[in-house]
C-alpha cells in the first residue's frame, strides 16, 4: 500500500528530526556552559518547525535549556500544534 509508505517516511522522519533537535539542545546547552559556539537560535526553530518538537520539549526538560526564554516554549508549541492540525486533515480528509 502506498500510503502506508509515505506515513512510514514520516514517522522516519519525526524520530530523525527528533534526535537531531535533542542532540543540538545538548549541544547547545553545553558549549552555553564551556563557553563554546552555540547554536543559532534559528537553527533551533526551524528543526522544530520541520517536525523535531517532540525532540525539542524532551530536550528543553531534561537539559533544562531555553527554559528561561518563553519564545522556545511557543514555538515549540505552535509547530506542535500544526502538525496535529496536517495529520488530523490527513486522516479526516
Not at 28 to 40: L, V
Not at 47 to 56: L, Q, T
Not at 58 to 83: D, E, M, N, W, Y
Request: no cysteine.
Amino acid at each position: 500500500m502506498i500510503l502506508g509508505f509515505w506515513y512510514k517516511l514520516a514517522l522516519v522522519w519525526y524520530g530523525f528530526s527528533s534526535v537531531t533537535l535533542f542532540g543540538l539542545y545538548g549541544l547547545d546547552k553545553t558549549q552555553a556552559i564551556t563557553g563554546g559556539r552555540r547554536i543559532p537560535e534559528k537553527v533551533l526553530h526551524l528543526v522544530a518547525a520541520v517536525g523535531g518538537f517532540p525532540g525539542g520539549f524532551l530536550g528543553r526538560s531534561l537539559f533544562h535549556h531555553k527554559t528561561r526564554k518563553p519564545l522556545f516554549l511557543f514555538i515549540l508549541s505552535v509547530s506542535a500544534v500544526l502538525h496535529i492540525i496536517i495529520w488530523v486533515f490527513v486522516f479526516f480528509h
